[in-house]
């Protein structure tokens, strides 16, 4: 019955049928393959179907999970991001249940009263502070890391640095939680630092799923690090909350605009205190979390995939160190004003993200039975209708979008020109940072922070990559740079070198 529900609910769009969904927990247990009637999509499904030749398909659990369609047009994805009458965000995901009501995964009135809360706080001012913040942390990272004493640095996988730069400048910008590098706001409690809490919440977020509270008790490491890293992690949040709430009562500065008291903590803080959209305990934490999440793995991952292209891509690095001595010559450092003039770097940086999206997977929930109209893969013509039933989840496989050959002529290959600079701005081909009234609201946050990261680097070092024997860049590319999605697309272990560039 099930089996036969969910092709009904996707109107028999052909694709999988297996045992486990994609999104279903005991999918993420077991092996992908164990013959042929328990395959297993999987988690890395949707990295391993990014060159597959139907624009919509299916996938049908007949044990345990939801019906899913997923897309990869352009087309397709326009319809169900662009139409917020017939889709919304998948009811109780996941994301709620390990971190409370968010902005990133509310529904309706509850989304557009947190979208007012925190939209104003994404101003010039806020992105200027990241960009001042990332030059200072990244000068802060040479320090503690004493890479001013040599003129050679070997880096095992450079996702360790990245996600600790990332975290510290989403700390300090978003909320006010002064860091520097070398104590990397490890104080988050007494027993374990703020990166690790945040760690163990990605990558046990299954066994805090499955496990029942009284569990806890239970003699395990695995649930006693689970319960350690939840436990810091939001009694530190609600200690922040506590003394910031108590300075905005004794200075009486409700008014954010007429103090000019407007970060992200600080608007979330005030609607704590009261207000037309006032938020409860579970949503002050909710979106704290959402914002050190959605703002710090992804921007992390972002840059990993931009500094190893480069540093496989030679030429193109060349390019990049050109325009920053083009642009702040004589050494100075350059500015947030600066910022539009680095067009090569903003063009490898929109290239590596379609290449490799850290959100590779955007996930929607037919609010109403939603007709949909299917294109050709290759003319872009009308082809045919697909009616999805209400409650039908959809995954817009962004992967899928961007290694499209209509879209992206020779998609597989790195090649930052094809972003002309007027599509560098409004090309909605590139869905990386999503698109329609739930895109990033952190989205110039983050091309702030990575332009800034990137400048200063690639300014005083070259980075290398370590091409094997006749190697070439794409085949470097393609054995190093295999995707592992987790809670988003990253990487395995991502070796580079750094030279100084005129070593002093
Ligand atoms: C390279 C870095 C980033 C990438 C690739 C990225 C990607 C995305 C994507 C694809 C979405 C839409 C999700 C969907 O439609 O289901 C999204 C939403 C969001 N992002 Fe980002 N993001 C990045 C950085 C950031 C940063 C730095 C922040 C904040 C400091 C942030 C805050 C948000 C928020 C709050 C939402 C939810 C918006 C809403 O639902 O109204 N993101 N992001």
Redesign the pocket.
Known sequence: YKLWSGLKAVDYVSGIRCAFGTRSIWGFLVPECLGRLFYNPGSNFIWDMKRSDTDIMSVVPWLHGAPVVFISSLELMKQI?GHSDGFD?IADDIGTILIGKN??TAQKEL?KKY?RV?TPAFSNKLHSLVWKKSMQAFRGMIEAEAWDKKGAVAISDLSDLTKKFTLDI?ATC?LDLNSTWSDSISAAGAEMPLQKCLKVMVEDAVVRLLTPKWAYILPFKTLKRVDTAFSTIFSFMRAQVALRREKIISEDVTNGEATGLDT?FDNIVKANIGGKFAFDEDEVAGNIF??LF??HE??AR?LDAVLALLGAYQDEQDRAYEEIIRVAPGGRDPGYEDFESFTHIRKCVQEA?RLY???SA??REATQDVQLSVMKRTTGEKSHNVVLKKGTQVVVN?LGIHYSARHFPDPESFKPSRWSDESLRDNPAI????YG???????K??LA??TSFLVMLLRDWKVDVDLADGETPRQWQERVMTGQVTSVLGFGPLPIRLSRRNPQ
């Open positions: 991001l965000k902005i990133a989304w979208r925190l989403v978003a992200i959402a914002m959605a703002g992804t921007t972002t993200m999206p850290p959100g955007l996930f962004v869905a990386a940072f999503g009234p739930r895109a990033c609201l952190g989205r946050f983050s922070e990575t």
